[in-house]
């Protein structure tokens, strides 16, 4: 939870009264650059922007990214005031420690019950049009106004959301600068937060450096790692694949014999299809080493639990992806691998996925909280 905005009242929830009972000189007021930072100007490197694969991930939609949008975007993504007791951003569930993840496996937001699903990470999506977990939503566009509204999200009224804000010292401005005009409404605010997430790039990690010297700087255990993963026996590649470790496909990977019967049957529980019981997005390996816990649901504490469940534990599910089968061709719901991993082979394995973490993610001005 972000605390340091409520500072005027100490660090505890629920406990600022609602800003319409504020003075505006009592508002705790986002500090920003000014200018603003160069948003527009910052892009991917040409080997992802060129990259033939990765175009045809493209999902940006229409939005286009502009300094003061970014920027209002920042401030609306971090800002309590989205939230109707005024408790909970979007930061608190998608932080920018944990590049943009939940370190809570299950995240709460202000009724207190807590979502059936681990919050995932935040970047580089530009390359996904699908969202959540099931991918049941198309279009950043048609995603960032949902937990706004969702009760046990952030729980505000929509249509009560402009008015809130345009109370404030500080949105009639900062819409002003992003749209022309001082005027709030739901549709620009929506588009500022998409410009916001689309802005949130990562590629710097020990990876991409390793791309660019011949991975000179690897330590023998993370070179070791690399090689099970892309050695073509894991298969690890082969869903978590190009420069962003990502695949559009969602795919089943064995958690579970049965996921509906557990208790989230992911793109099944929509389709009602039991070839897509526990079909779930394959997420990006980027910032791995951040997002923890692991999983839809969160159920891996860590790498390492993550590697001996592939390893070792992968279930035998009625149509677990054929990658996972001994000679990984053929029908789905083959016999599981047994990779057996020795020791070395999983703490390599580990520490190559934390060479693709970016950690600049975490501190980067540009994406941290304002307040
Ligand atoms: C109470 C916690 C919580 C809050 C607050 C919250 N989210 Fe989320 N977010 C989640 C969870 C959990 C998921 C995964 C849900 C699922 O897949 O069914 C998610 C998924 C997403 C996704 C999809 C990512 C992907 O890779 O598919 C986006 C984008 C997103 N949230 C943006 C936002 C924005 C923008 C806000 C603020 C307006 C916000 N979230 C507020 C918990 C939260
Ligand atoms: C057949 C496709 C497939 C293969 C092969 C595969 N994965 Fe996955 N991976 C997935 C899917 C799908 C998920 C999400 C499943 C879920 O949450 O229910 C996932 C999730 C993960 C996660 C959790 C990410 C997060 O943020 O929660 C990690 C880490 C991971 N895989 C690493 C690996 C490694 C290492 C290998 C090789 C040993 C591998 N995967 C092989 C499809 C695959």
């Given at each position: 939870m972000f605390c340091s905005g409520l500072f005027l009242f100490g660090c505890?929830?629920?406990a600022m009264p609602p800003s319409e009972t504020l003075t505006p000189d009592m508002q705790v007021v986002p500090v920003l650059p000014d200018p603003p930072l160069p948003y527009s100007q910052w892009n991917f490197p040409d080997a992802w922007l060129d990259d033939p694969a990765l175009g045809l991930f493209g999902g940006g939609g229409d939005i286009e990214i502009t300094d003061a949008g970014a920027t209002l975007g920042r401030v609306l993504f971090h800002d309590t005031r989205l939230s109707a007791d005024h408790s909970v951003s979007c930061g608190t569930c998608h932080q920018p420690s944990h590049a943009f993840a939940d370190a809570n496996p299950a995240s709460v937001g202000i009724s207190g019950v807590p979502l059936t699903r681990n919050a995932p990470g935040l970047f580089n999506?530009?390359?996904?049009?699908r969202l959540f977990w099931d991918l049941r939503v198309v279009g950043l566009e048609n995603q960032v106004l949902q937990p706004i509204g969702h009760p046990d999200e952030m729980g505000m009224d929509l249509d009560a959301l402009p008015g809130r804000l345009a109370e404030t010292t500080y949105y009639p401005e900062l819409f002003e600068d992003a749209f022309g005009d001082p005027q709030v409404n739901l549709d620009r605010i929506m588009d500022a937060l998409v410009q916001f997430l689309l802005s949130i790039r990562t590629y710097q990690s020990r990876y991409d450096a390793g791309l660019a010297n011949g991975f000179a700087d690897f330590t023998e255990s993370e070179m070791l790692g690399k090689e099970v993963f892309f050695n073509?026996?894991?298969?690890?590649?082969?869903?978590?694949?190009g420069l962003n470790f990502f695949s559009t496909q969602p795919f089943i990977n064995g958690l579970e014999v049965d996921y509906a019967a557990a208790g989230d049957g992911g793109i099944g529980s929509l389709t009602g299809n039991a070839d897509d019981d526990g079909r779930f997005k394959t997420v990006s390996l980027r910032n791995v080493g951040l997002t923890a816990p692991y999983m839809h649901d969160g159920r891996f504490e860590d790498l390492r639990a993550v590697v001996d469940f592939y390893s070792d534990s992968i279930q035998p599910h009625?149509?677990?992806?054929?990658?996972?089968?001994?000679?990984?061709?053929?029908?789905?719901?083959q016999e599981p691998y047994r990779l057996e991993l020795t020791e070395a082979e999983r703490e390599g394995l580990v520490a190559f996925l934390h060479t693709l973490s970016d950690t600049t993610i975490r501190t980067n001005p540009a994406f941290s909280s304002p307040f």
């Open positions: 505890k929830q629920n999506l530009r390359y996904q049009r073509g026996e894991s298969r690890c590649n082969q869903c978590h694949s009625p149509f677990l992806d054929e990658r996972f089968s001994e000679n990984g061709i053929g029908p789905p719901g």
